[in-house]
Structures are given as structure tokens and as C-alpha cells.
């Protein structure tokens, strides 16, 4: 019957990479990646992934996210799809950044890796 194309947002096409759970978890353990957690502070403040630092999308500014080093920054929500909104204006600002936790914080939680509080 054809090719299904999904289009989020208006007209916009870029794709964002996801990261799976366990090479997330290396990665923070290796301190390889700065997970910014685009969730509410309220939020935030009840159960993060360790090492991460919060930026919520209700003020996300592309342009603000922190220098990184060699480190990979990567961003998380809830879900996916906050976290896919900042992605949305990371490629909007031409941003470097285009990766998001597959899952998000719930898949996080809910395989029993680390949290912080």
C-alpha cells in the first residue's frame, strides 16, 4: 500500500537518535555523556539519573545548554516526547545536539538503574 512517513511538528523531518538504557548507564558511569533532563524542577527534584543536570522545556533554550567537553550531551524526559520537543529546537538553532534517552526516565527507573535525588 505505500510507505508510512511520520512527520512530527510542522514540516519538520530530522530525526532524533535514540540511546538505549544499558550504553546510557555505561556512559554515565564512564562519565561520557552530560544528561540534561528536560522534565520539570519539581520533577527533577523527585528522582533523576545520576550526574544529570535540569533544564526544563518550559524554559529551554538550545542556545543555554552547558559545554560539554568530550562528553556527549544527551537529553531525557519522562516519556520522549518533552525530551523530543528540545530536540525539535536544538535542530531549529542548529545545536549540535540530536540525541534522546529511549524511554525516557520511566524506562530508567523502571529497569532498575541507578537514581539520584
Excluded at 510507505?3 to 555505561?26: D, N
Excluded at 538550545?62 to 525539535?88: E, F
Aim: aromatic share 6%; hydrophobic share 45%; charged share 20%.
Amino acid at each position: 500500500m505505500g510507505e508510512r512517513i511520520m512527520v512530527f511538528g510542522f514540516g519538520k523531518s530530522a530525526k532524533h537518535r535514540e540511546i538505549a538504557l544499558h550504553e546510557l548507564a555505561g556512559m554515565v558511569a564512564a562519565n561520557q555523556v552530560l544528561v540534561v533532563d528536560v522534565r520539570e524542577a519539581d520533577e527533577f527534584a523527585s528522582g533523576h539519573i545520576p550526574g544529570s543536570i535540569n533544564m526544563p522545556l518550559s524554559t529551554f533554550q538550545p542556545g543555554r545548554l552547558p559545554a560539554s567537553g568530550d562528553r556527549q550531551i544527551v537529553l531525557t524526559c519522562l516519556g520522549g516526547k518533552r525530551s523530543g520537543m528540545a530536540l525539535d529546537q536544538c535542530g531549529a538553532a542548529q545545536a549540535s545536539v540530536d540525541t534522546h534517552l529511549a524511554g525516557g526516565f520511566g524506562a530508567w527507573t523502571k529497569a532498575g538503574l541507578p537514581v539520584e535525588r
